[in-house]
């Protein structure tokens, strides 16, 4: 009876957690609008954070080295939009005519089967083969950034209220808290492994959409510039993005200049993403994110769905936020191992084995670079 109790305790237990996940991604769906400029302004405080402290450490007042620190930002994403803005604009415009033109090329290979005896459909086939929707959704993409431009003051507002708070934060929680070693240990793992990501990831996409721009400048494409940002954020998208990056500019050369030029556009991309993401990425950022490759994936679609086109840039920082927080926790640690990687399900068994092994309430075992927290 006592047994039947506790099963029903923990059933029931399993519902409520259910039940209140529903709501908060429900409620995470509707307020995605205030969401982006937010996560956005948390994750630039993040990759700004550093150069903020350099600057304290000199000497400056705290206003002082927010100033200069908005100042850089603003000046910097200010010159990417002087540049890319014409460009994403004619584009756009452009847009239309492209897919009319690619669906008069995929015409043609529809006449050379027909003419080979193979009856296709012609409605099933452009339904099938649309390379077109690529373009339709790096167009996304864009467009999501430019709405999100939209909210520029609110995020600056945010980065320098963060910024802010950066340096009071551990005293606060260590009044708050019954157990501030603990909460500011999370806290620390969590802002060290998403500003690592962040910092080398950003410095990987920058060589990946400068090479690209360089390449498609010696071959004379069209929006060189513009592809090599695309390049540079579709870097962030797991698994798909460099995919999706290459797809427009390789149709684009395919329609004004032909098959040749289309395959050098190509072959330039293929080896540029080997080179960055296969080469240099895997040294620069060690064995991994500690995330399973599914889980990876699942997490694009997921954010992006909630999020829209920018969360699929946001995707694995925010998954790794909640796969740290779950670790940080005994009750919840069995769903961190499930959405880590082969190697750190490994590794928690070897953690397990040991004499001295993880007490109950202990964080879990870590993956990331010891840092102190900004203080």
Known sequence: ???????????????????????????????????????????????????????????LPSLLAIFLVIAAVVIIAGSIGAYIGVSLNNFI????????????ELGTVLVWFEARGFK????YFFELLNPGVAMDVVANILKGLSSVLTYTLLILFTVVFILLEASSLPIKLHAATSDPASSLATLEKIFTSVRRYLVLKTWISLATGVTVSIWLIVLDRNYPLLWGFVAFLLNFVPNIGSLIAAIPPILLALINTGPLASMLVGLGYLVINVSCGNLIEPRVLGKGL??????????????????????????????????????????????????????????????????????????????????????
Request: hydrophobic residues 50%.
């Open 93 to 104: 415009e452009a847009l239309p005519s492209y897919q009319d033109r690619l669906r008069s």
């Open 120 to 123: 296709v459909s012609e409605r």
């Open 290 to 375: 500690g995330l399973s490759p599914l889980v990876v994936f699942l997490s694009l679609v997921f954010w992006g769905w909630i999020l829209g086109p920018v969360g699929m840039l946001l995707s694995v920082p925010l998954t790794m936020i909640v796969k740290i927080s779950l670790e940080m926790f005994e009750s919840t640690h069995w769903l961190a191992i499930l959405l880590g990687s082969s190697a750190s399900a490994e590794a928690a068994i070897k953690e397990r084995e040991r004499p001295s092994g993880r007490q109950a309430g202990e964080p879990g075992p870590s993956h990331a670079g010891h840092e102190e927290f900004p203080s």
């Open 1 to 59: 009876m006592i047994t039947s109790d506790i099963w029903q305790a923990k059933e029931l237990r399993l519902l409520i957690m259910a039940a209140s996940l529903v709501i908060i991604i429900a409620g995470m769906k509707a307020a995605s609008g205030l969401l982006v400029p937010f996560f956005l302004a948390a994750l630039i405080s993040v990759m700004t954070i550093s150069p903020f402290l350099w600057l304290r450490a000199k000497g």
